[in-house]
């Protein structure tokens, strides 16, 4: 079967970006960049240029900006991180891990950035390393939001079904309404072969509008379906 995973990519401070929203971080540009000529030795200033540029997408302009900041103040933790999410957009995943931990010896109170490592790590497969993470920003923020999602999927990357079901059900106590607790709820257990209870999460999943890879589970309930019929079996229901 097709990996199905969803991976919670929920990368703070950065924008799908309609053209008003663009517009708005074009005149913000303008903004701070008329604040770093009138305070150039301020850190801050260029933190938050760097943070319009960021939002607009110019990954090479925030990163200089991000790195004026903290020449100017090594110690300016949220520039830190940034960078870390800077590298992780360009698809440099060791140099985004080292500036998510760099943030985290600065500040080990930010939630952020344990979760952003975790995706991180999950990212090179290092499932280990990535429940760590999360564990880790679990504990500085419980029920961060996404956070038991994405532990579920690093356990099911260690084969260990069970314990990702553990995750994914905690995430719903925390937030009943968050569809891909459902849908991961439903993937693990078609994977596993529970099809009612498969189809019964799956379905769940579905009466939340805009869930991510809807057609696939339809297809997955279809062909759960098709199977019963061939076998002139009892029809799956996916009631529990």
Same mark, same amino acid.
């Given at each position: /079967?097709?990996?199905?995973?969803i991976?919670?990519i929920?990368?703070? $401070?950065?924008s799908?970006? !309609?053209?008003e929203r663009?517009?708005?971080?074009?005149?913000?540009?303008d @903004?701070?960049? &008329?604040c770093?000529? *009138?305070s150039?030795q301020?850190?801050?200033?260029?933190?938050?240029?760097?943070?319009?540029? +960021?939002?607009?997408?110019?990954? &090479?302009?925030?990163?200089e900006?991000y790195?004026?900041?903290l020449?100017?103040n090594p110690y300016?933790?949220?520039s /830190?991180y940034n960078?870390? @999410?800077?590298?992780y957009?360009k698809?440099?995943?060791?140099?985004?891990?080292r500036y998510?931990k760099?943030a985290?010896?600065?500040?080990?109170?930010?939630?952020d950035s344990?979760?952003?490592?975790?995706? #991180?790590?999950?990212?090179?497969?290092?499932?280990?390393?990535?429940?760590e #993470?999360?564990?880790?920003c679990?504990?500085?923020?419980?029920?961060?939001?996404n956070?038991?999602?994405?532990l579920?999927l #690093?356990?099911?990357? $260690?084969?260990?079904? #069970?314990?990702?079901?553990?995750?994914f059900?905690?995430?719903l106590?925390h +937030?009943?309404?968050n569809?891909y607790?459902?849908?991961e709820l439903g993937l693990?257990y078609?994977?596993?072969?529970?099809?009612p209870?498969?189809?019964?999460?799956f379905?769940k999943? @579905? !009466?939340y509008?805009?869930?991510?890879?809807?057609?696939?589970?339809?297809?997955?309930?279809?062909?759960?379906?098709?199977?019963? *019929?061939r *076998?002139?079996?009892?029809?799956? &229901?996916?009631?529990?």
């Amino acid at each position: /079967m097709a990996d199905w995973s969803i991976l919670f990519i929920v990368i703070l $401070l950065l924008s799908m970006g !309609t053209y008003e929203r663009n517009f708005q971080w074009k005149s913000e540009v303008d @903004l701070w960049k &008329d604040c770093v000529g *009138k305070s150039p030795q301020k850190e801050r200033p260029h933190h938050n240029l760097g943070f319009a540029y +960021h939002e607009l997408g110019r990954w &090479d302009d925030a990163r200089e900006e991000y790195e004026e900041a903290l020449r100017l103040n090594p110690y300016y933790s949220l520039s /830190m991180y940034n960078l870390g @999410l800077v590298y992780y957009q360009k698809g440099l995943l060791d140099e985004s891990i080292r500036y998510y931990k760099k943030a985290i010896e600065l500040n080990s109170n930010f939630p952020d950035s344990f979760y952003n490592l975790g995706i #991180a790590y999950y990212q090179k497969r290092l499932y280990k390393h990535a429940i760590e #993470a999360y564990e880790e920003c679990l504990e500085a923020k419980p029920g961060y939001e996404n956070a038991n999602i994405n532990l579920g999927l #690093a356990y099911k990357g $260690l084969g260990q079904r #069970a314990k990702a079901i553990q995750c994914f059900e905690e995430e719903l106590k925390h +937030h009943p309404d968050n569809s891909y607790g459902y849908a991961e709820l439903g993937l693990v257990y078609y994977e596993s072969g529970d099809y009612p209870k498969a189809l019964f999460y799956f379905r769940k999943a @579905l !009466t939340y509008p805009g869930v991510s890879d809807a057609e696939r589970f339809r297809k997955a309930i279809a062909s759960v379906a098709a199977a019963q *019929k061939r *076998k002139g079996g009892k029809r799956i &229901d996916g009631e529990n």
